[in-house]
């Protein structure tokens, strides 16, 4: 399992967790997140940083809002039960799955680096129109008053 974290403009972090364990506040706030907000501060330490999480419990944690606050990282609402505005559900996590389709890895480790090789393959093209999707789907949540709208 990998926590994958990307931007309008392509891959910014891939953090694999190790020894399958479960995403615990814990380790998103200790291991996930500082490198995440790092990799994003890297060429500007004063950059306005707005992520986007759905509601797993590791991201909703007061843990992971109070790390967000003093990290000065915004976060942008999502409606319960939403996984159409998930850019890695709806995205990200299936085309790179097409991609890996019948190869077999020794290890977690190859996987993870496979992972994030097919990710660093996906075009900026493709990702202005993963972003533009998502704001379009944003956009029907809000007239669908928050209810499922995939199908619609």
Same mark, same amino acid.
Request: charged share 25%; aromatic share 12%; hydrophobic share 30%.
């Given at each position: 399992?990998?926590?994958? #974290?990307?931007? !309008?403009?392509? /891959?910014?972090?891939?953090?694999?967790?190790?020894?399958?364990?479960?995403?615990?506040?814990?380790?998103?706030?200790?291991?996930?997140?500082?490198?995440?907000?790092?990799?994003?501060?890297?060429?500007? $330490?004063?950059?306005?940083?707005?992520? /986007?999480?759905?509601?797993?419990?590791? /991201?909703?944690?007061?843990?992971?809002?109070? #790390?967000?606050?003093?990290?000065?990282?915004?976060?942008? @609402?999502?409606? $319960?039960?939403?996984?159409?505005?998930?850019?890695?559900?709806?995205?990200?996590? $299936?085309?790179?799955? @097409?991609?890996?389709?019948?190869?077999?890895?020794?290890? $977690?480790?190859?996987?993870?680096?496979?992972? !994030?090789?097919?990710?660093?393959?996906?075009?900026?093209?493709?990702?202005?129109?993963? #972003?533009?999707?998502?704001?379009?789907?944003? !956009? !029907?949540?809000?007239?669908?008053?928050?209810?499922?709208?995939?199908?619609?």
């Amino acid at each position: 399992m990998v926590a994958s #974290f990307v931007s !309008k403009t392509g /891959h910014v972090a891939t953090i694999p967790l190790q020894e399958q364990r479960t995403v615990t506040a814990d380790w998103y706030t200790t291991v996930c997140l500082p490198e995440v907000v790092r990799e994003l501060r890297k060429t500007n $330490p004063n950059r306005r940083i707005i992520l /986007h999480h759905d509601n797993a419990s590791s /991201h909703t944690a007061r843990k992971t809002r109070t #790390f967000l606050n003093m990290e000065n990282v915004e976060l942008m @609402d999502h409606p $319960p039960y939403s996984p159409d505005l998930s850019p890695n559900d709806y995205f990200t996590f $299936p085309r790179i799955k @097409d991609m890996l389709r019948g190869q077999r890895f020794s290890g $977690p480790e190859e996987a993870v680096e496979a992972y !994030k090789s097919a990710v660093l393959t996906v075009s900026t093209s493709d990702w202005n129109y993963c #972003f533009n999707d998502w704001f379009n789907r944003m !956009k !029907k949540c809000i007239e669908c008053h928050g209810d499922y709208f995939e199908k619609q």
